[in-house]
């Protein structure tokens, strides 16, 4: 159970979007030149962003989980 659902469920949802424009960000990069270390950079930052993601949507779950 969750404690107050609609400030969770907002933030829930404030993270989806700060993952997506950040992926948006990430895909305009254009990486037609990078290579070797530069690309390997690029692919690291999606990774990063992704595990950030998952990271603040457990954080905020257990935050807001009713303990019984």
Same mark, same amino acid.
């Given at each position: 159970m969750i404690a107050n659902e609609e400030k969770f469920n907002e933030r829930l949802k404030r993270i989806g979007e700060l993952y997506e424009? %950040?992926?948006d960000c990430l895909f305009e990069i254009p990486? %037609?030149?990078l290579? %070797?270390?530069e690309m390997k !950079?690029?692919?690291r =930052?999606?990774?990063i962003l992704?595990? =950030?993601r998952?990271?603040?949507a457990v954080s905020l779950? !257990?935050?807001h989980e009713i303990k019984q």
């Open positions: 424009e %950040g992926k990486t %037609g030149q290579h %070797g270390k !950079a690029y692919s =930052l999606f990774d992704v595990e =950030l998952d990271i603040a779950k !257990a935050n």
